[in-house]
Structures are given as structure tokens and as C-alpha cells.
């Protein structure tokens, strides 16, 4: 009767210990419960707004792996600074200190397996290999309170060997745990004269749909163009945007219109929110990404030097100006909450 649910707000553990002749097992766990009603998303019953950043296993003050208790207490600490409630760690399983610091600190968790882009969907061993992923990613954390979803890929193409790939991902880990959340970020959608349509096919396996789209920075549209796009889905799903965004170069200034500054990249920021402000079936955001990070893939000289430029902090920990407008907007959505 005296149980205390784990919530953001008030992150209850239990400290529990398992005895077995001279062996024991000690660890902390937190009770709660994870569901959807339509378009919503309900913790504890009660729907909750996920409000979450995109993070990569990055350290938080220069480059290189982040691991220990002391880097996740830094960088969830970012994440909470900014007002989250929740934390996308993409595209792996993180670290286990991650998970138990989010645990600690009531922050909701995306978990991820490496099923990303072009994978050989059609290969069997490579299909053994992503569930043996997916089993030891839910085996290893499925005690943790934090973890809300359980995500199967990241911006995969439209195939047929794809959507049997993944619908049986989909199936193993509801075996495997069926308390929590199937999702998977989609970055496919239909272009109409009146807006965009999300109608990935892989939307009638998942619970939660994840959409990735870059309005504003990749293709030919300006952060303007974003603000007065509606979104239209065929599901009747919680949509959590799990990647939007742009880069920018901190401490580069000038105009919004000139690309790498901070002020586009607030540009961008500001013009999503105001297009998401509109989605009516909008259940959460994990924008790209939490601090920027090494990519071998970003060569532009003085600007990206090989790092990916996205972050709303800074490679050397310094906050962006797009921090604090994702800071503000989610502090409205924690006090209508409340």
C-alpha cells in the first residue's frame, strides 16, 4: 500500500537484494507502467508529454567514448538542465551507467539497436545478429524504470524484406518484454500539396511511430518554410519527433538567413516548434542532438572540421542559442502538464 510509483518528478527505487546460498545480487529498481490510449503516451495512467533530446555516447568536454557514472551524470544532467523528461539514446545501446543514472535523475529512456539505414534485410545472419542485439539490450535493462521504449531501427527504407526484418524485431522484443513500448524512427513520408503524410508502413507494427525530418536544413526549404507545414497520419498512434534540427558552428554569428550560425540554427528551432505546435497527435520530441560529436562524414573545413555540428552544445560543453529556445518551449509544456 506504501509502494511509491517512479515518475520524472519524484524517481522512487527500491534497493533490492536477491540471495542464493553465498551469492547475492544487489541493484535498484523503480516500479511504473508504460502504455498508450490513442495518441497519447500514459505513464503511471496519466499521459505524459515526452520531452527528450537525441544523444550519442559522446564525452561531454572534447571527443571520445563517454562511460563512466561521471560523464552520464553530465550529460543527463544537460538533459534535465533543459528541462527533459526523457532521453533518446541513439543509435546502440548505451553504456549501462547511462541507464542508471537515468534511472537516478527520472529520466524516461529510448533504447536503440544499430539497425540503421541500408542493412542486408534480406541476409538471415544479419537478421540473427539484430535480435541477438535486441535480447541482450532488453535482458541487460529491462529491471530499469527509465526505459519506456524499445526501438528496432533508424531511418530504414521502404522494402519488403525490410518490413519482414523489422516486424519480426517488433515480435521478438514483445516476447521478450511486453511492459514496455515498440517504436522505430521513420524518415519516410508523402509530400502533398497541403502538408506531409506519415504513412510508413511499419506504423501498423509500432506503438509509439518516430519521425525524422530536417525542415529547415537538408533539401531546398528555409527554417521559414517550416512553421505553416501541417503533418497528417494514417495511424491514430503517438508520433514522437525523434530527430529535427540543424547545424551550427558555436560562437559563429550572423544573420538567420546565413547557414553554421547560431542564428540560423535558432532559426530552425524556432520555425519546427511553432510547426509542431501544431500536430495535434504529437506525443513527444528528441531533436538532433544533445552536444555535438566526431563524424568522419563531416569534412567542411573551419566549420565541421569532422565533427557533426547539430549539437545544441558544443564540442568544448558551451551552450548554443538553440539550448535555450528548446529549454523555454519545453518549460511551457512542464507547466501545462502540471
Known amino acids: 500500500a506504501d509502494l ?18 553465498s551469492d547475492a545480487v544487489q541493484d535498484q529498481i523503480g516500479f511504473r507502467s508504460i502504455e498508450t490510449r490513442g495518441t497519447e503516451i500514459l505513464l503511471n495512467g496519466q499521459p505524459v508529454f515526452l520531452r527528450g533530446i537525441s544523444i550519442h555516447e559522446e564525452s561531454p568536454f572534447g571527443d571520445g567514448r563517454a562511460y563512466s557514472v561521471d560523464e552520464a551524470a553530465v550529460l ?13 539514446l541513439a543509435h546502440y545501446p548505451h553504456n549501462e551507467n547511462m541507464v542508471r543514472v537515468a534511472d537516478r535523475l527520472g529520466l524516461m529512456v529510448w533504447s536503440e539497436i544499430p539497425v540503421y539505414w541500408t542493412v542486408q534485410f534480406e541476409n538471415p545472419d544479419v537478421l540473427g545478429l539484430a535480435q541477438q542485439q535486441l535480447h541482450e539490450m532488453v535482458d541487460r535493462d529491462k529491471n530499469r524504470a527509465s ?17 519482414a526484418f523489422l516486424t519480426h524485431l517488433a515480435q521478438e522484443v514483445r516476447k521478450r518484454d511486453p511492459t514496455r513500448l515498440v517504436t522505430a524512427a521513420l524518415d519516410t513520408q508523402s509530400y502533398e500539396e497541403n502538408g506531409i503524410r506519415i504513412d510508413d508502413p511499419f506504423g501498423d507494427i509500432v506503438d509509439v511511430i518516430g519521425v525524422n525530418s530536417y525542415c529547415g536544413w537538408y533539401g531546398n526549404s528555409l527554417p521559414a518554410d517550416c512553421a505553416g507545414i501541417t503533418w497528417y497520419s494514417d495511424y491514430g498512434k503517438p508520433v514522437i519527433f525523434s530527430e529535427f534540427g540543424g547545424g551550427a558552428l558555436q560562437g559563429l554569428h550572423g544573420s538567420e538567413l546565413e547557414r553554421w550560425t547560431e542564428e540560423y540554427q535558432s532559426s530552425v528551432y524556432r520555425h519546427n516548434l511553432e510547426m509542431l505546435d501544431g500536430i495535434d497527435f504529437l506525443a513527444g520530441t528528441s531533436p538532433w542532438i544533445l552536444k555535438d560529436f566526431r563524424s568522419p562524414r563531416r569534412p567542411l573545413p573551419a566549420i565541421q572540421d569532422f565533427w557533426n555540428r547539430k549539437g545544441l552544445i558544443s564540442d568544448r560543453g558551451i551552450r548554443k ?13 512542464r507547466d501545462v502538464e502540471r
Not at 543527463?76 to 533518446?88: D, I
Request: hydrophobic share 50%.
Open 4 to 21: 511509491q510509483l517512479w515518475r520524472p518528478e519524484h524517481p522512487k527505487l527500491y534497493n533490492v537484494v536477491v540471495r542464493a546460498a
Open 76 to 88: 543527463l544532467g544537460w538533459a534535465k538542465e533543459m528541462n527533459c523528461n526523457f532521453v533518446r
Open 147 to 163: 526505459v519506456v521504449l524499445w526501438s528496432v531501427a533508424n531511418e530504414t527504407p521502404e522494402s519488403a524484406a525490410r518490413m
Open 321 to 333: 542559442e538553440a539550448f535555450y529556445i528548446m529549454q523555454d518551449w519545453y518549460a511551457k509544456k
